[in-house]
């Protein structure tokens, strides 16, 4: 197999219109790490898998690679037979360069992801009503607990400035402030657009914050984690500002799908793949008041056939 081209390399719209991606889906994705100023390459590099004497006779191109993350993204969206070869594949590569970062997207995280910035067919989900309670108030309010007590430590004889990310974040950070009410804090909050769309596809900060961070400390409280995407470049906006130092809080963690590195330093509860609303998280706004974390129901569309 020859070495595929280097085709396009991200940020920011194609200017001459002329993306030629292998597949839709790669094209979809492309466009998603465009709306979050993630910078991709597209198969920047081919991994030579095997040799016949010196010739090489496989290689492996993942679809994209996050010089930010330093990480590299197969994409899976097509058939069964295809994803084995590519588990193999995967599998043969990692234990040939295993300092090089490769992640597998399988289609139904892919979908999801879609789905969730408003491109793929999640986003026709029809949802149900609130499922089942994850975590009672009782079991919140003690890991609440938990978190203040190691910020206080952490920070003891020091004022922080705490930065609730909008809106997620101010209920969680309500309770922690109060359970951390020994230690002199600020409290801020910061706003940012994600669902913007059409031409405008970046995260963009709406509500900055006010008080003067440079030289200080900073924790910033975001109500859940999920791919990252937007936390990431929250943290980068706030460094900007030359703060002593920036310290990631966030209640709930949706580790499994994450898809850019935030050091998450105080993390409450890590949550499986599903969409959860209560203490403080919404769904279309609502259920936002709800003291305990419950999961929604969802019912997934058919999956949309794959050429
Ligand atoms: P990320 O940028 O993908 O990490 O997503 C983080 C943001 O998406 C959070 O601030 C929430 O507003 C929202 N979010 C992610 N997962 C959920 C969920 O399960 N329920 C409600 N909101 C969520
Ligand atoms: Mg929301």
Same mark, same amino acid.
């Given at each position: 197999m020859a070495p595929k081209p280097r085709r396009k390399s991200g940020q920011g719209p194609d200017e001459t219109g002329d993306v030629s991606f292998m597949h839709p889906s790669e094209q979809e994705f492309a466009k998603m790490l465009d709306y979050y100023k993630v910078p991709y390459l597209y198969e920047p590099r081919s991994f030579p898998l095997r040799w016949e004497g010196n010739r090489v006779v496989e290689m492996f191109s993942p679809d994209f690679y996050l010089p930010e993350q330093d990480q590299y993204f197969e994409l899976t969206t097509m058939k069964q037979s295809l994803v084995t070869q590519k588990n193999r594949k995967l599998r043969q590569a990692k234990e040939l360069y295993p300092d090089v970062n490769i992640q597998l997207l399988y289609r139904r995280d892919y979908v999801r992801l879609l789905g969730k910035y408003g491109y793929g067919p999640l986003s026709d989900a029809e949802v149900k009503g609130l499922d089942r309670v994850l975590f009672t108030e009782e079991q919140i309010q003690a890991r609440v607990g938990e978190l203040a007590r190691r910020i206080k430590q952490d920070y003891a004889g020091q004022s922080p400035i705490f930065v609730g990310v909008l809106r997620g974040a101010f209920v969680f950070m309500a309770d922690l402030i109060r359970k951390a009410s020994d230690l002199s804090i600020e409290t801020d909050f910061i706003s940012v657009s994600r669902?913007?769309?059409?031409?405008?596809r970046h995260v963009e900060v709406m509500r900055d914050i006010d008080v003067d961070v440079a030289g200080r400390h900073v924790i910033l409280v975001e109500g859940i984690v999920d791919t990252g995407m937007s936390l990431r470049p929250i943290m980068q906006h706030v460094l900007a500002k030359r703060p002593a130092s920036v310290e990631m809080c966030a209640?709930?963690?949706? !580790?499994? !799908? !994450?898809?850019v590195d935030v050091p998450l330093r105080y993390a409450g509860f890590e949550i499986p793949d599903e969409f959860v609303v209560g203490y403080g998280l919404d769904y279309d706004e609502r259920y936002r008041n709800l003291p305990y974390l419950s999961s929604m129901q969802v019912v997934e569309p058919k999956p949309v056939p794959q050429r």
């Open positions: 669902y913007g769309g059409g031409q405008d209640m709930f963690d949706k !580790r499994a !799908r !994450r898809v």
